[in-house]
C-alpha cells in the first residue's frame, strides 16, 4: 500500500472511517475547525450558482452558520418569481438568503433601469460589508444559534454574481478586492459570478474554479426549466 500524505506530512487514507456509510445526523449548532478560505467559482457554463449553494448546503448540514447574499439574481420571462432555492434555504436550518439585486439582468433589454441596477449593486456591497463586519464582532470559533439574523455572524458567506456585477462595471475591482482586505481570518467567502477571468482575484483567492461551457441545452432553444435554473 502506498504511503500517502498531505500538504502537513500526515497519512491519508483512501477510506476513512473504515468504509462505513455515513447516516444523516440532526443538525445542531457548530463551529468550522478550519473555514477562513476564499473560493471563487466563474466561466461561461452552467453551474456556478448551483455549486455556491451546494457549498452552502453542506456547510449547513454540519451546523454552521451560513449566509447567502446575491446580486443581480434577476432572470427572463421564462423564469417565475419564486425561486426553489429560496424556498429550499428557507426550510434548511442555519442557513439564510437575502437578494439585493434588480429582478431582470443588466443590460438585458428587460425594461429595467440602469441606474435601479448600479443603486443596488452598490446596496448589495455595502451589505456585503456590513456582514463581514459582523462576523468581525462574532466568535467564528464557536457555535452560532442557526436560527439568528446574520448579523450576529456567519461561518459562510456566500456573494452570488457578485464577480458579474464587477464584470457589469456597476462594482469596481477593487470594490470586491476591499471586501477580502475585510474578512475575518475564520470566515470562509465565497465569491461567484462573471462570464470573464477575475484574474485580478488570481493571487488573494484560495480556490478557483473555471466552470466551463461545453454545450448547453439553451443553444438549442430550450428556456431556463423550473427545478434546474430556478
Known sequence: MSDDRSANGDVLENTPGEGRTPEAER???AAPESFG??????GDGKGKTTATLGMGMR????GYRVHLLQFMKGGASSVDAVRGEYNAIAALPGMSYENLGHYGWHGMADGSED???QAEAEAGLERARELLAAADEAD????????AEPEAGVHMLLLDEVLYAVDQELLAEDDVLELLDDKPDDL?????????EPSYLEERADLIT??????HPIEAGQRARQGTEY
Open 115 to 117: 441606474a435601479d441596477h
Open 210 to 215: 473555471n466552470v466551463r461551457k461545453v454545450k
Open 59 to 62: 456547510a449547513a448540514g454540519h
Open 37 to 42: 478560505l476564499v473560493q471563487v467559482w466563474w
Open 188 to 196: 470562509e467567502l465565497v465569491l461567484s459570478g462573471s462570464h470573464a
Open 140 to 147: 467564528l470559533a464557536a457555535p452560532i444559534d442557526l436560527a
Open 27 to 29: 443538525i445542531e449548532p
